[in-house]
Structures are given as structure tokens and as C-alpha cells.
């Protein structure tokens, strides 16, 4: 082989193994930041009343990292429940974007995106957002609605332009969700007995006898205190602990 020829190969190879080098260095200058703590999500009430509001709250966490971008989102059900109003924690030094109430049930999410408007950087503070919601008119109890966050839609773009990766906050499809339950409220509930009470429910037009030892006795004069349902009570539920059926409790 020619010495010529043979300089020209080392050279080649020389400069593959330089491509090779940079692509690895740039590779590993993309991998993704993981933040010191995880994002969080959380619901002050579980069990809702019909009608009742709830707060579903999601947590960006503070970081010593220069950011130049955020965005964050949270997933459900709309066709079972509301938003009533949408609000986002504001970073000095930084625009924001967050969903309306409207837009939020228009989509099934709400989210909130932050653009650094600061000409030197500055570090990510956290964020916080929260939205109120209700459970729709009509929806049966004891239907449960779930919150999600995905990690696909938690990020944070860093400041510098030579590194084009985002801190990774929750990794790339992990899921973290919350559970709501809307719950039973009776029409209307009292004594009737020393240690019973009884609870009528409109919607499945269901009385509740509950609690233990005997009903007190009733008259066609003295009804019982459920007398105004009657004519709508379509199920009777006694609970085992009761031992005794007052007179006259379910006259007609």
C-alpha cells in the first residue's frame, strides 16, 4: 500500500472516530435531568356530595436549573365532571398561560405552560395549579373520575441554547392519578328510635333504616317522620342491627 494512500485512511478513520466522539458527547448532553423531587398531585375532598366542589392541586417542583420553558397538564373525564374555575401560580420574571375553566372542560384538561422573559436566567421557582371541580348533574353515585398527570406532558426547557434537552420531572410515561367518588346524600334522614335513624335517598327513591335495637311506634294520626315520601318510596333497606319494626312505620 501506497504511503499516500495509507495517510489518506488514517485520516478518514480519524475523523470518523471525532464524528463518533461529538455524537456520544451530544448524546450525552441530551439525556434528560431528572428533578430532585417529583411532581405532586392531590385532591382536598375524595368523597364529594352531589354538587359538592372539590380541588384537584398539581405541584411543579422548585430546581436549580436555568429554565427557559415549562409546561405542565392534567387529564379527565369530562363527560363526568366540571371545572368552576382554573388558577396557576405566577414566576417572577416569567409570562404565563393557563386554561380557563371553559377551555379546560372544552378539552378534558387543564394545563399551564411559563415562558422566562428575563434577559439572565434565573432558576425554576415551582409552580403550582389548581382547578375546582363539581361532578355533573345527573351522574349516579358512587361513580368514581380520575385525574391524571402523564410525564410526556411535565417538562422544563433549559436556558442554555447549547444543550437542547429538557429536566425531566416525571419520567416519560409514568402516570400518577388521583381518585374522586361522588357520594350518596340523602332528600332527607332523622331519629326514629333510641339508637335508629332512617335516611330517604330521591334519586333511587331508596329509605334507609339504620343503626341498631327497635323502631319507635307510629299512628295513622303520628306517622312516621318519612310519611311525605310514601307515595314515592320504592325500596326499603333495613340494617341487620335493627331488631324491631315500630308500628304502623310503613302504613299506607
Known amino acids: 500500500m501506497k504511503k499516500t ?28 435531568v431528572r428533578a430532585a423531587e417529583p411532581c405532586g398531585l392531590s385532591v382536598d375532598n375524595v368523597t364529594p356530595a352531589p354538587g359538592e366542589t372539590f380541588t384537584v392541586t398539581v405541584s411543579f417542583p422548585a430546581m436549580q436549573e436555568q429554565f427557559d420553558a415549562s409546561d405542565l397538564k392534567v387529564l379527565f373525564d369530562k363527560s363526568l365532571v366540571e371545572a368552576t374555575a382554573v388558577t396557576a401560580s405566577n414566576i417572577t420574571g416569567a409570562s404565563k398561560q393557563f386554561s ?41 353515585a358512587g361513580t368514581e373520575a380520575t385525574f391524571e398527570a402523564d410525564g ?70 303520628a306517622p312516621a317522620p318519612w310519611d311525605e315520601y310514601r307515595t314515592e318510596i320504592g325500596t326499603v333497606e333495613i340494617a341487620d342491627g335493627v331488631t324491631g319494626i315500630g308500628n304502623c312505620a310503613f302504613y299506607r
Open 100 to 140: 380557563t375553566a371553559e377551555e379546560a372542560n372544552r378539552k378534558g384538561c387543564f394545563a399551564a405552560s411559563y415562558m422566562s422573559t428575563e434577559g439572565d436566567p434565573i432558576d425554576f421557582p415551582g409552580v403550582t395549579l389548581t382547578a375546582t371541580f363539581r361532578f355533573k348533574d345527573g351522574v349516579a
Open 152 to 221: 410526556n406532558d411535565f417538562y422544563i426547557s433549559r436556558y442554555d441554547p447549547a444543550v437542547f434537552d429538557d429536566v425531566e420531572v416525571m419520567p416519560a410515561g409514568v402516570v400518577k392519578s388521583v381518585k374522586v367518588t361522588v357520594t350518596e346524600t340523602p332528600t332527607a334522614s332523622g331519629s326514629c328510635g333510641q339508637n335508629v335513624t332512617w335516611e330517604y335517598y330521591g334519586d333511587t327513591k331508596t329509605l334507609k333504616i339504620l343503626g341498631s335495637g327497635e323502631m319507635a311506634n307510629y299512628t295513622a294520626d
Open 5 to 32: 494512500t495509507f495517510r489518506k485512511l488514517t485520516s478518514l478513520v480519524l475523523c470518523v472516530m471525532m464524528i463518533l466522539t461529538m455524537n456520544a458527547q451530544a448524546l450525552l448532553l441530551a439525556a434528560p
